[in-house]
């Protein structure tokens, strides 16, 4: 993990005045984009925060700067930053180790295409080494929704109990509503040994996601592909290798 950095300037008895209340603002500013999701409009984050327009956008360049945010890459807005996982990381003790985001940043030298890796530790959909050049949107709410996206389904897949009883919310107009269907699909993970989502989650989305194994087999999480809808296809040969292969060099490392 990147080491927190300390910026050089005056001791703490210079903290005073209105950089008290700075701070708050940028840290509400965070919790705005963490509450609403990535791809959230300056000024959707200005009025959650209760921070006037022109603050807001002068903040927002300081935290995108420092990394705490990022830009999507059509400038719709704001998404978390590396230092924020980072951040998270620490507090949930779920960083992941120095050789899974060896293996993951060397993977992202050879796609094209958003690479990131989830654990499935106590049944939960949890990303542990996230690609920080392509941040998805609604990549956040993917844990939410698993019958919407392809490492929900390869979740949903290995772990039957875990499978919804409840009504499958839409969210989007491609997304499996019906419990049939979406059994008939979790068995054709199991057979193939890869889920896939078009533009289940998102619209104009597609991505792969092939399970990663432990030392005995089981399967402990995933690594997630994701790039344009027509893409991203299990029809891909080549891509789909690169999946399983990268996911078979991190055998034993979640």
């Given at each position: 993990?990147?080491?927190?950095?300390?910026r050089?300037?005056?001791?703490?008895?210079?903290?005073?005045?209105q950089?008290?209340?700075?701070?708050?603002?940028?840290?509400?500013?965070?919790?705005?984009v963490?509450?609403?999701?990535?791809?959230?409009?300056?000024?959707d984050?200005a009025a959650?925060a209760?921070v006037?327009?022109?603050?807001?956008?002068?903040?927002?360049?300081l935290?995108?700067?420092?990394g705490?945010?990022?830009?999507?890459p059509?400038?719709?807005?704001?998404?978390?930053?590396?230092?924020?996982?980072?951040?998270?990381y620490?507090?949930?003790?779920?960083?992941p180790?120095?050789?899974?985001?060896?293996?993951?940043?060397?993977l992202?030298r050879?796609?094209?295409?958003g690479?990131?890796?989830?654990?499935?530790?106590?049944?939960?959909?949890?990303?542990?080494?996230?690609?920080?050049?392509?941040?998805?949107?609604?990549?956040?709410?993917l844990?939410?929704f698993?019958?919407?996206?392809?490492l929900?389904?390869?979740l949903?897949?290995?772990?039957?109990?875990?499978r919804?009883?409840?009504?499958?919310?839409?969210?989007?107009?491609?997304?499996?509503?019906?419990?049939?269907?979406?059994?008939?699909?979790?068995?054709?993970?199991?057979?193939?040994?890869?889920?896939?989502?078009?533009?289940?989650?998102?619209?104009?989305?597609?991505?792969?996601?092939?399970?990663i194994?432990?030392?005995?087999?089981?399967v402990?999480?995933g690594l997630?592909?994701?790039?344009?809808?027509?893409?991203?296809?299990?029809?891909?040969?080549?891509?789909?290798?690169?999946?399983?292969?990268?996911a078979?060099?991190?055998?034993?490392?979640?």
């Amino acid at each position: 993990m990147t080491p927190i950095r300390r910026r050089a300037g005056n001791d703490d008895a210079s903290f005073s005045g209105q950089q008290p209340g700075a701070v708050q603002k940028a840290l509400s500013m965070l919790e705005a984009v963490a509450h609403l999701g990535p791809g959230t409009s300056a000024r959707d984050i200005a009025a959650f925060a209760g921070v006037p327009s022109a603050t807001a956008y002068r903040m927002l360049n300081l935290l995108v700067a420092d990394g705490y945010l990022v830009r999507m890459p059509d400038l719709s807005g704001f998404a978390l930053g590396r230092r924020t996982a980072e951040l998270a990381y620490a507090a949930n003790g779920s960083a992941p180790s120095s050789s899974v985001h060896k293996v993951a940043e060397d993977l992202r030298r050879h796609t094209r295409f958003g690479l990131h890796i989830a654990s499935f530790a106590d049944g939960r959909l949890r990303f542990v080494d996230q690609d920080p050049d392509h941040d998805a949107v609604g990549i956040a709410l993917l844990r939410h929704f698993l019958h919407a996206n392809a490492l929900g389904k390869l979740l949903l897949a290995h772990h039957p109990r875990l499978r919804p009883a409840s009504a499958l919310p839409a969210v989007t107009e491609h997304t499996i509503r019906d419990h049939g269907v979406l059994d008939r699909e979790l068995d054709h993970v199991l057979q193939t040994g890869y889920a896939y989502e078009d533009q289940e989650a998102l619209v104009g989305r597609a991505a792969l996601a092939v399970p990663i194994r432990d030392e005995t087999a089981h399967v402990v999480g995933g690594l997630y592909l994701h790039g344009a809808a027509r893409r991203i296809t299990p029809d891909d040969g080549g891509l789909l290798r690169f999946a399983l292969d990268g996911a078979s060099r991190l055998t034993g490392r979640l």
